[in-house]
């Protein structure tokens, strides 16, 4: 029985090795084998016959030829002649061994470093190319007529036999578009006597010819040369094209990107400030007339932030960036929250609003609290938007349970204007409104839907819509939901738990923003909080001089110095020892992972209220940066992937450690070198190096932090860069500190 050792050393042989059984079919091979014929999986040649790989009329002589020999003495090797899957020759050494059960076992390699005379017989009748062999005194011996009609020869081809070939080409020097260089690069390749396949020439006309040279050995002796000519001009004019539009659509998605993510700013910093201001003015004193103002901003805010945050989502989801957090959640707590969010909207209608949740639901469930959040609010707006008398329902019913999963049915039931058939058809499309003879679509993107209906395919669910104009809506949701483990539960805690964590702490914040300065500044002061202020990067590493924090709270996008090169200095002169937290207003998920690992300790996204802003804050004093436990967690499972290859053997996984530490302490070194001198191409070189080692023995911790640093389509500050780079060699440092031991 093959053991994974073995098993490995085959599938990682340079050797094509395959299995076929007694009929000829192919039962195995390694990629080494399918690579040699062009063909990238293996499946695509797997339970095909051999014949497959051969012409019909080549197949047959092998059959008559070679396998009496192998049925006779159990074994053949030689010289074949395959086709490739883009139809170009394989020319190659095979060796075959009979089975006992008729199988066989076929190991082959490449051969192109010589060619036979039953090469060159097949090569001239099958190849839709235009071929010349000379022999070594420069006299043709063999041409086809493709050969003829390419470069104008007005001769049959056997009237060339016995021409001498040099003074061909200086005939048909005046039809390549450089005579000169044609004749240079012909003598430095005959001269040579090295294979050469697809090199490049072009004609005067502007035919691209892509011409091939091999030298002809026959009894380890020269005996002439092959030349072979085939016209690419279409394939490289589509390559072009296909090009071209990659590029188009690149820099499209680049500069789409871009403006997204400024829009993302430029927006959302001046709603922080709106909703941040009319938050603190609720806190005041205020007369009823005041009160309704103010909730009013409010809710107008909250709208105008829906709509943005929808025009956000339709680009992550067309950009293919819409992912899923999951947590810990309580859904019976997110069903009460959003009732508590739409229960003024109700009652300023005279609606009636009831929701009800299920015994049988666990408490505790996997998902993404924000996404499952922005669906019910989405569907249960929708449903008190259209319905001017009556009732809403919603209730959760478990449908199927196994031991890893909660199969949940969400529905929710109202008595609204309902939809038309032909609406329903296009309700989950893109900025489609249904039009009323009310005004019931002057609020609202028309995106919500179309949003709600990707988030829970995402999560794997379905929604369906049943409508009857004039009766009401039944919007049901069908969403699998994980159970979770005893070690993710809950932490409850109180606000007052919250506060005396936060009162008293020295907070330095750094926004340019006056506005949202002063908005922070208030938050984190009924907080009880010790606020310091700067501008800037470079006045907050004056402030970091002169006083001791114990966070820093930075915005990164500040004029003098923006906050990614305000943290790597901070890094470079305090260690970890000061913890800085990234405030940005881009609303992509990508963009904290990304601060997480330029090395900013947590991520907080604006606009932020203040409760959220308090719990966020409580989090990390309470339990630390979100980026220890990011790469505690990496560690957790650097260690499982390295014990479980061993099998569990700890001599064997002592090795592996070994072999990581080698490799560790020669990148740290190369590293070091190379960011002292902003040689970023020797830094990547570096990188790819360890990358094929990492995932050689099955440590998939670095994959989001390395495809970052590869990521060519965003450009890149050499702060960034020293940042990240900063992060992997930290991760290095401490897999080397731990397995040193």
Known sequence: MTSNKQLAAIQNAFDGIALLDENGIYQFMNKAHAQLFGYDSVDELVGQSWKFIYAPEYADRIEHDVFPMLNLKGYWSGETIGISKDKKPVLQYVSLTKLPDGGLICICRENLNSITAAKLQYLMANLGKSILVEDEYHKIVMVNNQFCELFKIPSKPQD????????????????????????????????????????EVLLADGTILERDYVPIIIDNTFKGQLWSYTDVTQNRQLQRSLLDAKNRAVASEKAKSGFLSNMSHEIRTPMNAIIGFAEQLSFTALNPEQAFFVNNITDAAGGLLGVINDILDL????????????????????????ENILKPKTEEKGLQFTSVVADDIKDRL???????????????????????????NLMVDLTEENDHKQFLAIVCKDSGIGISNDSIARVFDEFFQESHDSDHRSNGSGLGLAITKTLIDLMGG???????????????MKIPFEL????????????????????GKQILLVEDNKLNRLVFKMMLSNMKADVDEAENGLEALDKLRESTYDLVLMDIQMPVMDGTSALQIIKKIYGDSIPVIALTAAAFNSEVSHMLNLGFSDCITKPIDQKNLQTRLYQFFKNGSAKEKYYQKIEMEILANINEMAGGDVTQASKLI????EELVFSLAEWEKSLEKRDWNAARTILHREKVMIKSIGITGFDGLISEVEDDSVPKTDSELILMYSQLTDLLKILKARFSH
């Not at 379905?462 to 004039?470: A, L, N, P």
């Open 658 to 661: 070994g072999y990581l530490l």
């Open 160 to 199: 060339l036999i016995g021409a001498d070939c040099l003074e061909a080409l200086c005939k048909a020097l005046p039809l390549f578009k450089d005579p000169t260089l044609v004749m240079e690069t012909f003598s430095a390749v005959a001269d040579k006597r090295d294979t050469v396949i697809g090199h």
């Open 462 to 476: 379905v929604i369906t819509i049943c409508s009857e104009k004039g009766l009401g809506t039944t919007v049901t």
């Open 366 to 392: 996997f998902a993404d609290e924000v996404r499952i959040r922005q669906i019910l609010i989405n569907i249960v707006g929708n449903a008190i938007k259209f319905t001017e008398t009556g009732a809403i």
């Open 315 to 338: 680009s992550r989801i067309e950009a293919g960036k819409m992912n899923i957090e999951k947590e810990v959640i309580n859904l019976r707590q997110i069903i009460i929250s959003v």
């Open 484 to 503: 979770v483990t005893d070690d993710e539960l809950i932490i409850e805690h109180n606000p007052n738990e919250e506060l005396n964590l936060i009162a």
